[in-house]
């Protein structure tokens, strides 16, 4: 069993950034691949950013490639999502998740409670 907590979400220009950190319970974080998903008011949740276990294989939403990057820290069992330029587009409740099979088809076993990033125009 893993539990996720995310932080580091809040109220933002656009164009500004924020860190969002994914603090995970259990021994067993380092086997898991770690993604970040969003969902908007009225829209389906929808994958941003993915992880290997080892932290060496990342994959992204076209739509935040190049201003997003993910990271993942094993030793302290916590994923992080650094978002840069960010967007009024990209407001939206921030999901970190954890599971197995590869970065580009990510198979979520566990979900944290979400953190809301608000990006003011």
């Known amino acids: 069993q893993v539990q996720l907590v995310e932080s580091g979400g809040g109220l933002v220009q656009a164009g500004g950034s924020l860190r969002l950190s994914c603090a995970a319970s259990?021994?067993?974080?380092?086997?898991?691949?770690m993604g970040w998903f969003r969902q908007a008011p009225g829209k389906e949740r929808q994958f941003v950013a993915a992880i290997s276990s080892s932290g060496g294989i990342t994959y992204y939403a076209d739509s935040v490639k190049g201003r997003f990057t993910i990271s993942r820290d094993n030793a302290k069992k916590t994923a992080y999502l650094h978002m840069n330029s960010l967007k009024p587009e990209d407001m939206a409740v921030y999901y970190c998740?954890?599971?197995?099979?590869?970065?580009?088809?990510?198979?979520?076993?566990?979900w944290g409670q979400g953190t809301q990033v608000t990006v003011s125009s």
């Open positions: 259990g021994r067993t974080f380092s086997t898991y691949v």
């Open positions: 998740a954890a599971g197995y099979g590869t970065v580009v088809d990510m198979r979520v076993n566990y």
